[in-house]
């Protein structure tokens, strides 16, 4: 069931620890080295921290739950459960709702798959990456292809829907080796699938590596073919892009929190670095949780969970809702096209739909086959 943006609220959890720091990772994380105690106490600040927002944002829906990281599969299941347990007694939920969990595919986050359904997941995005162990190496994951595969066969047997990353893009990556791992991939048998174009971020093991110039991604060129063959490969075999980096098998398949963020929804942060959007006192805010683990911990103990909180204006609040609501195929409304003072019949929107880059149906705005490619210059040109 598809969430309604205006009425209905969301929530992502951050859970920071992962067995192994990847190179080209920038998010807030850090390694698990059993720190079981501290764990513990995270979990408790998050439940800590649901209650004292669920005060905050009042009576809402609940449309969906996202455990991400990090590595959530990591969690206890127990902690999982609890924190599903209690937010579903929060907040109502809008008839039976997504709940989604990032996993990767070692044996050890394998052998909690069934305990993770029965704590009340019911949506399992695994981070595959690569089907290639040359390429997985290189890309430091701590799985192998077989063990991939293998994790994605027991996931199945645990969750009804099931969703798998892909990175490419690689360095030294030809059209011809991702069509072949694509083509292998889609053999697995998953709903949906998020191929990533590798970016470079500086401050990354990935970024030190570029500056230096012995790591050497794709140039535009090749980025561009490996894209088309990405949406030629998923198309053929019955995936739509409903989103730049997201593909499902059917309007079923596609991930109902995700669309609820592109949306515009409101959504809280729980955890160490996340991010949140609320509507308090009839005003959009956006929230950022303190970053570090001890920092957020002690942050919610002291009623200060938040480094940020800041709240937007209806033309920021618009922007947002365009630099996000245009990487889907519905689009956005003209509406927050016109909080800018954006005109279809004249100026920087006008040209871009006369150029074909974007195209108006009805009462909204969406990104054609050719601007999708190049988004970021579309949204660039639009915005500024």
């Not at 499902?248 to 592109?262: D, K, L, M, P, Q």
């Not at 006192?281 to 103990?301: E, K, L, M, N």
């Not at 009805?362 to 210059?377: C, E, I, W």
Request: glycine share 10%; with cysteine; aromatic share 6%.
């Amino acid at each position: 069931m598809i969430p309604d943006p205006g009425s209905d609220v969301a929530l992502y959890v951050h859970w920071p620890y992962c067995a192994r720091i990847c190179p080209y990772c920038d998010f807030n994380v850090v390694r698990d080295r059993g720190r079981t105690d501290e764990q513990r106490g995270l979990v408790d600040a998050i439940l800590t921290d649901l209650e004292a927002q669920a005060a905050l944002t009042g009576p809402r829906r609940l449309a969906s739950i996202f455990f991400g990281g990090g590595t959530p599969s990591l969690m206890d299941p127990d902690a999982v459960g609890r924190i599903i347990a209690r937010t579903t007694a929060l907040f109502e939920p809008r008839g039976p709702i997504e709940i989604t969990l990032e996993a990767n595919p070692t044996d050890a986050e394998a052998d909690r798959f069934a305990a993770l359904a029965a704590a009340g997941v019911n949506r399992l995005s695994m981070g595959v990456q690569a089907l290639d162990d040359a390429a997985l190496k290189a890309l430091g994951r701590n799985h192998s292809a077989d063990e991939a595969r293998r994790a994605v066969a027991t996931a199945a047997r645990a969750f009804d829907r099931l969703s798998i990353d892909l990175i490419y893009a690689r360095p030294g990556q030809t059209v011809a080796d991702w069509r072949g791992e694509l083509n292998e991939a889609l053999d697995l048998g998953f709903e949906h699938v998020s191929p990533y174009q590798l970016t470079i971020e500086p401050a990354t093991a990935f970024g030190r590596a570029f500056a230096r110039g012995t790591l050497v991604p794709p140039d535009e060129d090749q980025a561009a073919a490996l894209y088309e063959a990405t949406q030629a490969v998923l198309e053929g075999a019955g995936f739509e892009a409903y989103e730049v980096s997201n593909h499902a098998g059917g309007v079923a398949a596609r991930s109902s929190h995700n669309i609820h963020v592109w949306r515009g929804g409101d959504y809280l942060g729980l955890g160490p670095g996340a991010h949140g959007r609320l509507t308090l006192d009839g005003v959009r805010t956006a929230t950022v949780a303190r970053r570090g683990i001890a920092d957020y911990v002690q942050g919610v103990a002291d009623g200060a969970p938040w480094s940020e909180r800041e709240r937007q204006s209806p033309a920021e609040a618009a922007e947002e809702r365009i630099l996000l609501g245009l990487r889907t195929v519905e689009g956005v409304r003209l509406t927050d096209l016109e909080a800018l003072d954006l005109d279809v019949e004249e100026g920087r929107l006008a040209d871009l739909l006369a150029d074909g880059f974007l195209v108006r149906d009805s009462d909204r705005v969406a990104a054609t086959a050719k601007g999708r490619p190049v988004l970021d210059g579309v949204l660039k040109a639009l915005l500024t």
